[in-house]
Nanobody
Framework: QVQLVESGGGLVQTGGSLRLSCVAS????????MGWFRQAPGKEREFVAA????????YYEDHVKGRFTISRDNAKNTVYLQMNSLKPEDTAVYYC????????????????????WGQGTQVTVSS
């Protein structure tokens, strides 16, 4: 089992920035690929970004590419999502997820690929 706890959400104006953090405990964090997903009201949960065990490979959803950056610090058991140039359509609950296996461009984007989820953190971008 691995437990994931997100933080860093909040209310920000259009064009602003936030950095989300997800701290993992319970298992060897460096063995887990990690992902960020989001879910807006009335919509399905969607992929945002993912990062490999070592942090050497990253994947992004097209709408956030160039604005968001995923990174990880295995010494701190933490994965981050730096979000810049935020837009109202980025408003959602953001979840981090863990997968104790390799990811590729397909598995990184599928919610079913991840066995562990945090409780989510709300991000609201005002216009």
């Amino acid at each position: 089992q691995v437990q994931l706890v997100e933080s860093g959400g909040g209310l920000v104006q259009t064009g602003g920035s936030l950095r989300l953090s997800c701290v993992a405990s319970g298992r060897t964090f460096s063995n887990y690929a990690m992902g960020w997903f989001r879910q807006a009201p009335g919509k399905e949960r969607e992929f945002v970004a993912a990062i490999s065990w070592t942090g050497g490979i990253t994947y992004y959803e097209d709408h956030v590419k160039g604005r968001f950056t995923i990174s990880r610090d295995n010494a701190k058991n933490t994965v981050y999502l730096q979000m810049n140039s935020l837009k109202p359509e980025d408003t959602a609950v953001y979840y981090c997820a863990g997968r104790p296996a390799f990811i590729n461009a397909i598995t990184a984007r599928a919610t079913a690929s991840y066995g562990y989820w945090g409780q989510g953190t709300q991000v609201t971008v005002s216009s």
